[in-house]
């Protein structure tokens, strides 16, 4: 119940295509959804978070969808570009507090030139 | 990755030896973590700090153990390292508010 689902395992996008990468939870305590980006040979950085009080978040080409119905979200990257390749974690999160973080298994995204 | 110092950044060890992985921040926050990765498995938390004096385990604690020596510092031993260990380690310090975790730039740890 404290896992984190994310598919795919890894993604090949054309520039100016959308990525998209899922993500699943079971424990209906999660109440904070963050993205973290990772470059090769760096850690991971926050992107984007959601709360589930509401559907849709939007940060530049960065937008999180929620649906707490059916305990899934999802990372949409528009207008992908070369500098975005990079692995994309989905985590989950109750009470605020960073030991409760779970995060899932990652996705490698390439965005061809 | 700024404000968040791991040294070293490659160690390789053999078996039965320990080393200890240091981490120093200097963005002032309380919550300090220690997290592993591995390949399709994500972060997964080792152990963690709340606050000066108090460290707590995480998913997979053993084989670890960690101090608190102070508000910036937070250190990560292996005191008789297994292969099982061979891991790329990071360090995490969170705001407390949100709690946004930011990361150091990782220790990459080999175990013959």
């Known amino acids: 119940q404290q896992q984190v689902k994310q598919s795919p395992q890894s993604l090949i996008v054309q520039k100016g295509g959308i990525s998209i990468i899922n993500c699943a939870y079971e424990?209906?305590?999660?109440?904070?959804f963050p993205w973290y980006q990772q470059f090769p040979g760096k850690g991971p950085a926050l992107l984007i978070a959601?709360?589930?009080?509401?559907s849709e978040k939007k940060e530049g080409r960065f937008t999180i969808s929620f649906n707490k119905s059916a305990k899934q979200f999802s990372l949409h990257i528009m207008d992908s570009q070369p500098g975005d390749s990079a692995t994309y974690f989905c985590?989950?999160?109750?009470?605020?507090?960073?030991?409760?973080?779970?995060f899932g298994p990652g996705t490698r995204l390439s965005v061809l030139p | 990755n700024a404000g968040v110092t791991q040294t070293p950044k490659f160690q390789v060890l053999k078996t039965g030896q320990s080393m200890t992985l240091q981490c120093a921040q200097d963005?002032?926050?309380?919550?300090m973590y220690w997290y592993r990765q591995d390949p399709g498995m994500g972060l997964r938390l080792i152990y963690y700090?709340?606050?000066?004096?108090?460290?707590d385990k995480g998913e997979v604690p053993n084989g670890y153990n960690v101090s608190r020596l102070n508000k910036r510092e937070f250190s990560l031993r292996l005191e008789s390292a297994a292969p099982s260990q061979t891991s790329v380690y990071f360090c995490?310090?969170?705001?407390?508010?949100?709690?946004?975790?930011?990361f150091g730039s990782g220790t990459q740890l080999s175990v013959l």
């Open positions: 995490g310090v969170g705001t407390g508010v949100d709690e946004k975790l930011f």
């Open positions: 959601i709360r589930p009080d509401v």
């Open positions: 700090s709340a606050s000066e004096g108090t460290t």
């Open positions: 424990n209906t305590a999660f109440d904070y």
């Open positions: 985590a989950a999160c109750w009470g605020n507090y960073g030991q409760n973080f779970v």
């Open positions: 963005m002032n926050h309380n919550s």
